[in-house]
């Protein structure tokens, strides 16, 4: 039977963190939406967008709230339970990271994603 996508692990220069169920990733590059007029659909336009990740980590005593925060110019790895791997090229952190007792939100953008 085919496995389906159900586990994320995520490493973070070169540091794998534990996170929590439900981490996305956003591949980034060309994204189309429709240009839509009177007549009805005349088109789509494009415009970029960045690489992204979006994660809980467990909040433990080695995870460190200020070394997430100025992660800058590192490589990302999302890989999954099926097999499929992600690199995120020049990531660097976004917002800053929200600590509550549900864990460390964090969110990383990059230049270029790549499947590998």
């Known amino acids: 039977m085919t496995q389906v996508f159900g586990r994320a692990f995520i490493t973070v220069a070169g540091k794998r963190y534990n996170t929590k169920a439900g981490a996305s990733l956003k591949f980034g590059g060309i994204d189309r939406k429709p240009v839509i007029g009177d007549g009805g659909v005349a088109g789509f336009q494009e ?13 433990t005593g080695e995870v460190s709230l200020a070394e997430i925060q100025k992660l800058t110019d590192f490589t990302l790895s999302f890989d999954t339970d099926t097999g499929r791997s ?12 929200e600590l509550s007792n549900d864990g460390i939100k964090a969110k990383f953008y990059g230049i270029e994603g790549k499947e590998v």
């Open 47 to 59: 415009t970029i967008e960045a690489p992204e990740v979006d994660c809980t980590i467990i909040a």
């Open 86 to 97: 992600y690199v995120i090229a020049n990531a660097f952190n976004g917002p800053v990271p």
